[in-house]
Structures are given as structure tokens and as C-alpha cells.
């Protein structure tokens, strides 16, 4: 991941002219919902005779971005997903097996096309701090959660920023997260590893100051 990081920063040096680099940017803040579709596969080849599945809620979150020049900047942001999982197979009923609460630690590096029309797309790429727990639904009213192993993965973001105002813009984005868990207090291997990976699509408001 550092040497992604390294690479988009290098590029970007060489191809943005020296002048822009030189000139102070703005900042906004963003607060979001969002729609979050996740995965439900175990990574392993072994049968095993039900099928996972997730049912999402709609989640949220709240961002930083700094314009570093018109074409770059950096956006930090916290992201809250939450989804029941169930299970079903032959002869079993659907069955709500718990819930899975996720919160991410985002950093995207997003470079922006047109950044001064009032229609300002941008792609990015970066890295996710993920952290969760799963709330078994048979768990006593006492009984703590299982936490799940904190991991950093990397993202890829896209989305498009909407100018209603000199400092107020309506904003749409989508982030692809490759993700797996596992219980933290077990030794595993990658085929108890739970594939997650959210895609997560969010339209929110964005303040510039």
C-alpha cells in the first residue's frame, strides 16, 4: 500500500505543473448516507451446505477533503455499516444469525477533472482501516460482542461533486473495499476468513471553507 501511495505522488509530481503546487487550496467538510452492499463468501473450496447472506442498513459517515491544486486532493473520512447476516439452505429456514458492525477509516488521494465547472467528477485510490465486531443473535443480554480482526486494505473511490452554491455542493460517491474477517482471539488461516468486501454508493452535502 506504501508503495502505491509513493507512486500516485511521484506521478502526480511530474505531471502537475510545479506552479499549481504553490497555490493554496480549499477544504470541505461532507456528511453522507449511504447504501452499502456486501459480500457473504468464505474463502475455501469446502462444501459448506448453506448459503450466507447479508441485509444491509443504511449507513453514514462524515469526510475531510483538501484541495491541494485543482486536479489533487486528499479526503479522510469515517464511514458507520451495519448488516444482519443470515443463513439458509436445504430445509432451513432463512435464519438471522447476527449482526455485523463495521466502522472504516478511510484516506483517498482523488484527482478531480473539472474542478472548476459546477460539475466536477473524480476518481482516487487509497486505503481503509477497518474495524468490526459481530453481535451473535443468541448472545445473552450481557454477553459482549465478538470482535473481529482490525485490518488496513486498499480502496478505489469514484463520484461526482455537484456546485449549488459557491461554498455548498450536493455530492455523489461510490467506494470498492476488498475486505476479509475473522475472529481475533482464533488462529486462522484464509479459509476461515469471512470475504466481506462493501461496496458502498453515498450521497450526501459537501462545505467549503
Known amino acids: 500500500m506504501k508503495n502505491i501511495v509513493r507512486f500516485i505522488l511521484v506521478v502526480a509530481f511530474f505531471f502537475v505543473p510545479q506552479h499549481a503546487f504553490a497555490q493554496a487550496g480549499s477544504s470541505d467538510v461532507g456528511v453522507w448516507l449511504s447504501s452499502v452492499s456486501m459480500e457473504a463468501d468464505f474463502d475455501t473450496d469446502i462444501d459448506l451446505g448453506a448459503n450466507l447472506g447479508f441485509d444491509e442498513d443504511l449507513g453514514y ?5 483538501h484541495y491541494w491544486t485543482d486536479l489533487i486532493s486528499t479526503d479522510f473520512g469515517i464511514q458507520k455499516m451495519s448488516a444482519d447476516l443470515s443463513v439458509s439452505g436445504t430445509g ?66 469514484a463520484g461526482v461533486n455537484v456546485r449549488v452554491t ?8 461510490v467506494k470498492y473495499i476488498p475486505w476479509e474477517v475473522g475472529d481475533e482471539n ?21 462545505f467549503r471553507f
Not at 108 to 119: I, P, S
Not at 196 to 203: D, G, K, N, T
Open 166 to 173: 459557491e461554498r455548498i455542493s450536493l455530492m455523489g460517491d
Open 92 to 157: 432451513v429456514p432463512d435464519t438471522t444469525v447476527g449482526e455485523l458492525d463495521v466502522t472504516a477509516f478511510t484516506g483517498t488521494v482523488q484527482f478531480h477533472f473539472l474542478r472548476d465547472r459546477r460539475v466536477n467528477p473524480y476518481v482516487g485510490v487509497g486505503a481503509a482501516y477497518m474495524l468490526a465486531d459481530f453481535d451473535a443473535a443468541d448472545l445473552e443480554p450481557d454477553d459482549e460482542a465478538v470482535e473481529l480482526e482490525d485490518e488496513v486494505t486498499f480502496l478505489v473511490n
Open 186 to 206: 482464533e488462529v486462522s488461516d484464509d479459509d476461515e476468513q469471512l470475504d466481506v468486501s462493501p461496496l458502498v454508493l453515498s450521497a450526501g452535502v459537501r
Open 61 to 65: 459517515g462524515v469526510s475531510f477533503n
